[in-house]
């Protein structure tokens, strides 16, 4: 009932920006919390960044100083700025949501499609 639109992905050089957006839409119910999480071929999906409204920001290690997560409530988006990209950055950014029905106990998933990012000169 929650759905999550990623744009932004595509090919830039090393060293290059770009900027990511994710829109939700459907049953929302809370959107205090958000993720960017990513996956490179062969490899394990991996939390990039978080934002929260109670705990404020969380980066992973290889990304920090570099990647800035931020969100614009009143339009439900969430958004990636990505700087100085390095070809290791290249995966399948998904957006994430997670949230619990006011009446209910069971915490749901709601993923992105995922849209690509390319590093490479």
């Known amino acids: 009932q929650v759905q999550l639109v990623e744009s932004g992905g595509g090919l830039v050089q090393p060293g290059g920006s770009l900027r990511l957006s994710c829109v939700a839409s459907g049953s929302i119910f809370s959107f205090n919390a958000m993720g960017w999480f990513r996956q490179a071929p062969g490899k394990e999906r991996e939390l990039v960044a978080m934002?929260?409204?109670?705990?404020?920001?969380n980066y992973a290690d290889s990304v920090k100083g570099r990647f800035t997560i931020s969100r614009d409530n009143a339009r439900y988006t969430v958004y990636l700025q990505m700087n100085s990209l390095k070809p290791e950055d290249t995966a399948v950014y998904y957006c994430h949501h997670k949230q619990r029905r006011p009446d209910s106990t069971v915490w749901k998933d709601y993923w992105g499609q995922g849209t690509q990012v390319t590093v490479s000169s």
């Open positions: 934002i929260s409204s109670t705990s404020g920001t």
